[in-house]
């Protein structure tokens, strides 16, 4: 099972990049690493989705070293409505649907 | 991509009432998954519902308290069973993996009292 660790909050003044850090120490080798949004009062966003070194999307980058034991979730120039929970998620084993605690990002003008 | 309606959205039930969500994709999906998100928590999935057999429930909840239905392969509708404070919650429908990128419907907000 590829349980993730997320710090449970961060803080971040608009325009700035915010990176926030996800272990998975017991990743499959098939197992990708996908990062959802979640707004109040609305499910969870497909944000990005990566296996190894980087992903840029319209929306953030995701970088994942060689061993593929955490990942970072880079936000380019926050802005206030980029405030929201970001969760990590690392499938392990078949049919493994687990999201993690999350990261409460709260952006400041 | 895929489109969820979940209704209702929010609803005050008294306690030892029922409750159904319903769920509507507007396209046709095999696996549909069902989750709970209490207040300020992640998300933990409840079960996963296919069309033509039985859902699938994860451990910690049993299909007495929460029958699922899955008519077609469009539509679910998810039972919370004789309500205590304690279901007080989002549920959320989604569908596809989460680990392979799920779509979520906007949750249905429920307050047991």
């Known amino acids: 099972l590829a349980k993730t660790t997320q710090p449970i909050s961060m803080d971040s003044y608009e325009g700035q990049e915010v990176n926030i850090t996800c272990s998975h120490n017991n990743i499959a080798t098939n197992d990708y690493i996908t990062w959802y949004q979640q707004f109040p009062s609305q499910g969870p966003r497909f944000i990005i989705q990566g296996y190894k070194t980087k992903v840029t999307n319209e929306v953030a980058s995701l970088f994942i070293p060689a061993d593929r034991k955490s990942s970072t979730l880079s936000l380019p120039r926050v802005s206030l409505s980029d405030t929201a929970v970001y969760y990590c998620l690392a499938k392990g084993g078949a049919n493994n649907l687990f999201f993690g605690t999350g990261t409460r990002l709260t952006v400041i003008p | 991509s895929a489109v969820i309606s979940q209704k209702p959205s929010r609803d005050i039930c008294q306690r030892g009432t029922s409750l159904t969500i319903q769920c509507q994709v507007d396209?046709?999906?095999?696996?549909m998954f069902w989750y709970r998100q209490q207040p300020g928590q992640s998300l933990t999935l409840i079960a996963t519902?296919?069309?033509?057999?039985?859902?699938?429930?994860e451990s910690g909840f049993v299909i007495d308290k929460f029958p699922i239905s899955r008519p077609n392969l469009t539509f679910s509708t998810l039972t919370v069973s004789n309500m205590s404070p304690e279901d007080s919650s989002i549920y959320l429908c989604?569908?596809?993996?989460?680990?392979?990128?799920?779509?979520f419907g906007q949750g249905t907000r429920l307050t047991v009292v």
């Open positions: 989604s569908v596809g993996r989460p680990a392979e990128g799920a779509f």
């Open positions: 396209s046709q999906v095999t696996m």
């Open positions: 519902a296919n069309q033509g057999s039985e859902a699938t429930y």
